[in-house]
Every structure is written in C-alpha cells, then in structure tokens.
C-alpha cells in the first residue's frame, strides 16, 4: 500500500499534462457552454490546498497569505502596479535610519466594535515577536526592536538598524482582534476587518467568502467569492472551459492559446516575479575562483532559444540579473550575456580547464517549472563547449535538505523569487552569510550592506546596482529566464494580471 | 478455532506496527520539513529552532519510541501545515473518500458479476468477447487519463456534470464512474474464471446430470462457489479504494484522504503521513483479517489446511 501510493504519486502530475494536451486537442469544443454561476459570484480555483487561515502562520503568497488579505486588513498593500498602497495606514514614513512611523486611519474597528488601533497593531507585532507564539513569520521582525503606541493612531516601530524594506513586509502581515483571540481558533475561524468574512471553510476543498458590512477600509466587489482548491492544471482548465472557475492561474503553457481560442474563456501570461537559474556553486572546485569558467557557462546557453523552443515564446530573458523588472534595484543597463559557444570555449580554455570537464548538475523535480526539460537543454548546450553535465533528477524535498544544509552539488537549477519584491531579500540570498548562498564575494555584500543601511531610495537604488553589476560580472549562476505566469479568466471580467503570486477578489474587474 | 483467531490478530498488529515503523524510517531519511516550511535561505539558527520545536532535532530512535508511546494513545501529533491534530484531519478526509469508494465498489460489483457470469454461462459467444474485450481496456486504462476524459466530455463539452470538486449528487457521478469502471473491470474478469472453473467441477455435472434447470446449476451451484474469490478481491479493493485513491481525488478536486496524504508526502508534513498511513494500514490489515475470520465460516477446509 506504501508503494503504491508513492508511486502514484510519482506519476500524476507530468503524464497528466501530456496527457490533457493530446485530450484537449482531440476534445472538440464545440457545445453548449453551461454557466450556473451568477454575476454576483467570482470563482477562483487556488493551485493548491489552504493550509490555515491563521495569518500570523501564512507565508506562501498564493494560497494562505491571499486568503489572509480578503479576511484581515494589512497596514499597506500591493497593488497589481507593484506599489504599495496604505489599507490600514494614511501614510508612512521613515524616522532616519532606526525607525518607521505609521499614520493610521481613525475609527477602524472589529466586527464586534473593539478599535484596530495602534495599541492592537502593537498587540499583533508583539505576538508574532514573542517565540512562544511559534510564529513561522517571525524572521520578518528580527531586525525590530520595539513596537511604540505614539497616539491611538500613531505607531512607531523601531529598528536595530535600517530597515528599508519594512514597509513591503507588513504588507503580509494582518491584525487579529486580541479580544476574540481569547476564546477562538484563527486556525480555522476568522473575524476581521477585511472586505469579506467567511461563510463556510471545507478544509481540502473550498472557501466561501461573503461581504463584510462592517468593512470599512477596503469595499466588496462580489455578493459571494468562493475559493475551490483545484491542484490539477488540467481540471483547473477544464473547470474554466466548463463555465465554473472565474479565475484560474499556472495554467498549462500549451493550454493558453487553446482556451483563448475556444471563445470560452480568456487566458494570458505575465513574467513572474521567480528568475530561473542554473546555481553554481562557487565554493566548489572548479567553479570555485574562476570567474572565466562560470562566464563561459552562461555564453554556452542559448536562452533565446530556450524561452522559443521551450515556453512558446511565453518568457522573458534575463537581463543579466536574478531581478525581473518588478523588483525595487532592478538594473536596467545591464544585457544577457549572449549565446556563443566560440566565445565559451575560449574563456574556458583561458580559464586554464581542460575539456571534456565533468561537471554535476542537480535537478529537483515537482517544484519548478519544466524543471526536467531545462536541465537537459542545459546539459546540452554544455556539452558543445565540452563540458559533461551529470544530470541527477531528485525529489525537491530530498534535494533541499543538501541544499539548505551547505551542501549542494556543482551545480542545481531552481527557480528563486522574494514576495517583498525587493532587491534586499532576493540579493541577500547571495550575501555571504546566507546559508544557501554558495557565493563568498567581498564587493557584492558591501554593495548589499551599503543598500540595507539606509532608507534613502535614491541611495539604495544605486548601491543595488553596484551589486547587480557585480553580480552579473563573476556569475555565481547561469541566468536563465522570468518563469511566465499563466491565467485565465472567464467572461465574466478581466483580471489585473500581476506576477507577484497575490490572488485577490480585488483585482477582477466586471465587464 | 480460538488459536487460529489469536494468531491472525497477532499478524494483524505485527504488519501494521511493521508499516508505520518503514513509513516512519523512510519519510526521516528522505527531506527535513523544517526547511520546506521556512522560505529558503531562512537563518540557520531559525531553521534549527523549528527543527527543536517539531522535536526532529532528537535522535531517530528516541522520535521512533515517543511516536509509538503516543501513537497507542492514538495522538499522532500536529500537523506542521495546518497546526491541528493529524489524525483529526484524516478522519475529517474520510467521508468524502468513504463516499467515493462505497458508492464505486457497490457500483462496480454489481455491474461486473453480471458481466462476469453472463461471459461464463456464455461462453464462446459473441456476448462473452465484448464483455471481457471491454473487461480488458477497462482494466488498462489508467484511470488519471479515462477521468480526465470523462471531466472533458461530460463536463466541459457537454455541461452537464460538474468537473470537480464536491457540492452536490452530481459532482459525484464522474469520479464514481471512472473508480466503478476499473472496480467491474477487475470483478468482471475474476468472476468470470472462477466461474468457468466451478462450471467444470463434478458437482456440477452431478446437478445437471440430476437434470436440474440450468438457471439452478449456475446460481445455487456453481455461483456460489464461485464468490469466494471475488469476495476476497471485492474486500481488496474496497480497502485500497478507502485508502484514497489518490489520482482521483486530485483530478476530480475530492478533497478525500489520497489528495491529503499526497500533498502531506510533498511537505514532509510527518504527523499527516503517519496518521494516514496508520488509517489506511488498519483499513487494509483488517479487512484481510476478516476475510480470514469469515473464510472458515464459508468453507470449512480452510481451517483444517492450517
């Protein structure tokens, strides 16, 4: 029976999507199209299970911490242009460089009547502080020193340093009501100060929402959001085909077009906010002290070729840089390093290598996209300048257990992405210290330091492209492509499509 | 007759004690849940800290005797994704995977005994050949692909079922057809052999020679004689399909105990693997256990061969 199930689980998800592709293509769609949804509902198919409606528990963007948004209030949010935007706070500021004030606005109160004031926003901060509370989010708070009431509507929170991306990270952070903490499970109930409150919660399957009357800072668009837990790509296809999904996202690639012209439904794409690369560990011989070798990788792969052969021309390369352009310190002068094996041969013939040179190359399986396929063009394209990639397919919790452990291979390929998309988080986790950075470069975690210790855009912004430029010069990685995200929506309304993972009710639109 | 029930339950309790400890073993040796839970490239000293609060920075042995101590108690933990008690939310799974695989397995049992004897008592017919040629894909047909088949033409070309998910009735209808089909597929083929050995049996010719009426020689006679394997296998099958059938459940949105224990493997969410692994080892453990306790009762020569 042990067998069994790993084995089955083993099998679902690839053969499944080859499978639907040669079905979909078979399948006509000619037929009547039958919608019992009314206008009033908007259905949205989440990719995978919602573990808990407890924010101070979520993290991952696209189930739990979207959930948490249409329940709670955060004191600032992102909208689908990138910028954020005040929900429980008018306005905000830093106060030089070891605190930020928060303005909030007067007279937001729980469903029950209790004020979401300052003393509960510091209510809510303390408790993700304290270790007992066993808050996973708690690593967001570390460089916090003290949570400060000013006034019922002023709330200073103070830093051990600067602490510029503050801001972008209490956009994932919700209040919960300290009176109705007492007696209730936030787990599994919910009762806040959001646009919606919840109806009904069938752990594994859905979520219904309905309007909050009470709310005050953020309105309800729908009479009813229902969230249904779909994890199949192709039942979530279907289920937009079908008329019964408003709002589907990681659709199949090859899928995109068809939906389209089915004249069912609509489907499209955005660059992801996640950046492909093939790591390279650098404190590994021989990748280790030879800027030359890792160079000459990334002139080895062909990633035009890639995003055309591979994702349909649904991609977009990298410039050069871990960072799409929807980060704070993306770097706009930089350029991909451009395919030509000549070039790669000779670099690494003066990087002193003799070929063939055998090199590893560790792929986890069933968390990044087309993870198997990438790594065999890669391989490929590696051999042509003489370099024998071992390709090792591994189970992505087996292989993250050597990769956060300090102990990766030559050579891995994952995808990286960071929800405050900032330059400080997704850079830092290159920074020396960082246990998964495999990469020990003075000037780069200068450049890094030198962004982090001041709350000065203009400043930052500069020191980020001192690192992305440096970055990019000793290419601790292969920079591949922005993963594109993929959606569909019914008729029903258009979706401000964004690629930062969040899901809102809010951004559908009504036609 | 009391021995031979002890000893049975004796084994009982040895094989799932000795699943429970391989799932244990196995699930520690293949991932660290404390890094999936935390976004990659978490400090050290916090992803060292989750490890002490989940208790795995323990030796394997000392986990492997708090789990057994507290698995008698049937605590089997919290889940680190859903911070509540795993086996409370196996249970919580159960009856939308009991509902599937009941309604499959009466379904799929009373279709394939028809086809089933109907290809034995014809036999050579053009009626046998079209049962068991249907038998036969049924049974290769992976089941992922015909489900997804039926969601396209049912649901999305037709509109007339709903693709997945479970609100009503009619949500149950595909994934109930696509289970029933590999369920009759599987009693059809078995019933039908064992049929055909029961028919060339002596009692058989006896009861015809007699000049019973053929409908008698097949139903009283040879039918019955005929069951016992299919009950052994109709009792297999009911207890992999209360295990959750896992490539149902995902493509069809049930949120049942297979869809629950697949994503709990992705996680490495220990306490959810090893509740569910428990459940369904008893499912299975004790079905077969009563099989063998009903086996005797059935036939008498079962218990003077051990």
Known sequence: MVTKISSLAGAAPGSLRSLT??????????????????????????????????????????????????????????????????????????????????????????????????????????????????SRNRSWFDPVSEVEVVSPTQVRIKTKGPYPTLPDQLSMIFFLSPEWMKTHNPATEAYGTGPYKLKQFVAGDRLILEPNDKAVLEKPTFDEVSMRVIPEASARVAGLLAGEVDLAFDLPLEDVERIKKSGRADAGWVPSSRSMVVRMNTLKA?????????????????????????????????????????????????????????????????????????????????????????????????????IEATIKEMDFGAWVKTYAGRDMGQMALLGQ?????????????????????????????????????????????????????????????????AQPFTYGTSKKGTWKARGDDWVRATDVVTK | MSRYIIERIGEALVAVWGIVTIVFVVTRMLGDPAVLLLPLGTPEAQVAALRAELGLERPMIIQ??????????????????????????????????????????????????????????????????????????????????????????????????????????????????????????????????????????????????????????????????????????????????LGGSAVTETVFSWPGVGRLLLQAIENKDFPIIQAGVFLIAVIFVGTNLLIDLIYPLLDPRIRVSR
């Open chain 2, 64 to 241: 492997y005797l708090d789990f057994l101590v507290r698995a008698v108690q049937g605590d089997f933990g919290l889940s680190y994704q859903f911070f509540r008690p795993a086996m409370d939310l196996v249970l919580e799974r159960l009856p939308a995977t009991a509902i599937l695989a009941g309604t499959s397995i009466v379904l799929g049992v009373i279709i394939g005994s028809l086809a089933g004897f109907v290809a034995a008592v014809r036999r050579g017919s053009i009626l046998e050949f079209l049962a068991m040629t249907v038998a036969l894909l049924g049974q290769a047909t992976p089941v992922f692909w015909l489900g997804i088949m039926l969601i396209l033409y049912f649901g999305v070309n037709l509109g007339w079922l709903p693709t997945g998910g479970w609100d009503s009735l009619a949500s149950l209808v595909l994934p109930v057809l696509t289970l029933s089909i590999f369920v009759a597929a599987t009693v059809s083929r078995l019933f039908r052999s064992s049929m055909l050995d029961a028919l060339s049996e002596d009692y058989v010719r006896t009861a015809r020679a007699k000049g019973l009426p053929p409908g008698t020689v097949y139903t009283r006679h040879a039918g019955r004689n005929a069951l016992i394997p299919v009950v052994t296998m109709v009792a297999i099958l009911t207890a992999e399909l």
């Open chain 1, 417 to 481: 992405a960071w929800p405050t998309l900032d330059a400080d988080g997704m850079l830092g986790l290159y920074a020396a210290a960082n246990p998964t950075a495999y990469f020990d470069d003075k000037p780069f975690d200068e450049a890094l330091k030198a962004g982090r210790g001041t709350t000065d855009p203009a400043k930052r912004l500069e020191a980020y492209k001192t690192a992305t430029a440096r970055m990019c010069e000793e290419a601790p990685v292969i920079f591949l492509f």
């Open chain 1, 21 to 134: 592709v040669a079905a979909l293509l078979g399948a006509s769609l000619a037929g009547a199209l039958a919608s019992s949804a009314s206008a009033e509902t908007l259905t949205i198919a989440l990719s995978s299970t919602v573990n808990t409606l407890d924010p101070t528990q979520a993290q991952v963007v696209g189930t739990d911490v979207s959930v948490a948004t249409h329940l709670y209030s955060p004191l600032v949010a992102r909208g689908p242009d990138g910028k954020l935007y005040g929900v429980l706070a008018e306005s905000w500021q830093p106060e030089g460089d070891s605190a930020w004030l928060f303005n909030l606005k007067p007279g937001v109160t729980f469903p029950g009547g209790e004020p979401l004031d300052a003393e509960a926003v510091k209510w809510n901060i303390d408790r993700i502080r304290n270790p007992e509370t066993k």
């Open chain 1, 286 to 386: 021989p990748l280790a002290g030879n800027t030359k070798l890792r160079q000459a990788l990334n002139y080895a792969v062909d990633k035009e070729g890639m995003v055309e052969a591979l994702l349909g021309g649904l991609g977009t390369v990298s410039q050069c840089q871990i960072l799409t352009p929807a980060y704070f310190g993306f770097n706009q002068d930089l350029k991909p390093y451009p395919y030509d094996p000549a070039k790669a041969k000779q670099l690494i013939k003066e990087a002193g290598i003799t070929t063939p040179l055998k090199i590893d190359l560790e792929v986890p399986l069933g968390r990044y996209f087309m993870a198997s396929e990438i790594g065999q063009i890669v391989a490929g394209q590696l051999q042509e300048v003489g």
